[in-house]
């Protein structure tokens, strides 16, 4: 248990590090502000949670392309001028959010605008930070730093959300949009006293051929297509997040502190279910574990849907999210195990794209089912095609349910970076 905890000697040994990581803490608290503000006022201006699922579809084609180009554009440039131009970009996005919410009448076109324009920049962020770790702090510390940087997000998904909520009802959505603006500056302020980070060689062409052998080893490889396909199935049937505004303030009769109780509950379980992952590289057939852990997820989202007491839903939330890091932890595992080291990079932003675009999906299945059946309808039916999902893959992917590689315990190095990678893909699957 006690190897599974964050150890915190980078934050100690290497001090641009420790700034990196700072910042990283101040704006991802910010981009939870705002993934609530964004996601209330949606609904609050249409009373429609279509509207609020096509958020997500509006942020899916940038996110996309910034993660796969940004994965070039952190080998080519220096990773420092691409953080410090992030940030700046971040920053402007979230500042049109803030002037727009300060108008009388606000509009609606600005929500998709510049939520899309932040999450395409967000995808070109995500490759250049994890690739400055290695630059920042020595060999040996790389799976520590990793650790640090993904795990800590995990509180900013659990308190962001809850404090949005409070924030929104107490100031107002403007002046929530205003603190994650000023988020971004601590972040900037972080990246600008870091030294220069240019790739070795002084960086390589950018250019397709690269992500074009990434992809076809992922074809060639069915587990871990698999592995991929299998969490696009849980996020897209089983993410109910963009009803939550109207089921905090409608089935649940609160208001944004309830919406942003909901938003938090995943988070929480995940947070919890992180600490007890110990296990997981020692499971033998680590495809039907990942298949049982998916149907957890989508049965507990079921259940949300079809009983109405609040906290009975937030358990129920909490209990998805820790299904849903054990299954991380577990697929992270398939993947060490099915690419080679020098396709790592490149099989990482595709996961990227897989683990942060399945959730837009995700938020636009379940505004569509709302619009026609209602909230409750979108959550419980969400869940059981979620289900429905895993015995399709199981049958049309049988290697899923045949994977008996797992079980040989992964070096310290590699399974230290199964499960800070796994603490990531929760954080770096929301939006914002």
């Given amino acids: 248990m006690a190897r599974l905890l964050v150890d915190v000697t980078p934050l100690r040994r290497f001090p641009h590090f420790r700034r990196l990581w700072a910042g990283q803490i101040v704006s991802g608290m910010g981009s939870q502000l705002t993934l609530v503000a964004v996601s209330y006022q949606a609904y609050h201006l249409t009373h429609s949670t279509l509207v609020v699922g096509l ?7 940038p996110l996309l392309a910034g993660s796969l180009w940004g994965g070039t554009l ?14 700046v970009a971040m920053a402007c996005a979230i500042a049109g959010l803030a002037v727009n919410a300060s108008f009388t009448h606000p509009a609606v076109w600005p929500l998709f605008v510049c939520t899309a324009a932040s999450a395409g920049f967000q995808g070109v962020d995500w490759p250049a930070r994890r690739a400055a770790l290695p630059m920042l702090v020595g060999s040996d510390a790389v799976t520590d730093a990793v650790a640090l940087q993904t795990s800590v997000l995990q509180l900013a998904l659990v308190v962001g959300p809850a404090l949005g909520g409070i ?10 949009y205003a603190i994650d603006v000023a988020t971004f500056g601590v972040a900037l302020v972080a990246v600008l006293l870091l030294p220069a980070l ?3 060689g002084g960086g390589t062409p950018m250019g397709l051929r690269s992500m074009t052998e990434g992809f076809r080893h992922l ?4 587990l871990l297509s698999a592995s991929y396909m299998i969490d696009l199935n849980a996020m897209i049937f089983g993410m109910p997040r963009a009803v939550f505004p109207a089921l905090g303030t409608g089935l649940f009769g609160g208001g944004p502190g309830v919406v942003g109780l909901l938003y938090a509950a995943p988070g929480a379980g995940a947070l919890i279910g992180s600490f007890f992952t110990g296990w997981c590289t020692h499971v033998r057939h680590q495809g039907r574990a990942v298949a049982a852990c998916v ?11 079809l009983i109405p007491v609040l906290w009975v839903g937030l358990g129920l939330l909490a209990l998805a999210g820790a299904a849903d890091v054990i299954s991380a932890v577990l697929r992270q595992s398939i993947q060490e195990r099915a690419v080679p080291d020098h396709l790592q990079g490149r099989l990482a932003g595709t996961f990227f794209a897989v683990v942060a675009g399945g959730p837009r999906l995700g938020d636009v299945e379940t505004g569509m089912a709302a619009a026609l059946g209602g909230p409750e ?5 969400g869940g059981l095609a979620c289900i429905a999902g895993v015995g399709v893959l199981l049958w049309r992917i049988p290697e899923l349910w045949r994977d008996a590689g797992g079980g040989i315990p992964l070096s310290p ?3 230290e970076r199964a499960i800070g990678q796994a603490l990531g893909e929760l954080s770096e699957g929301e939006p914002l």
Avoid: H, N, Y
Wanted: charged share 20%.
């Fill in 74 to 87: 952190a080998d080519a440039w220096d990773r420092r001028r691409v953080l410090i131009l992030t940030q």
């Fill in 55 to 61: 958020l997500g579809l509006a942020q899916l084609i």
């Fill in 167 to 176: 924030l929104i009802a107490a100031i107002g959505l403007a002046a929530v």
């Fill in 198 to 200: 240019v790739p070795e």
């Fill in 377 to 381: 309808f979108a959550v419980w039916s």
């Fill in 219 to 222: 074809k060639s490889e069915r």
């Fill in 413 to 415: 190095a590699a399974e």
């Fill in 295 to 305: 149907v957890v997820w989508g049965g507990a989202i079921a259940l949300v849907g």
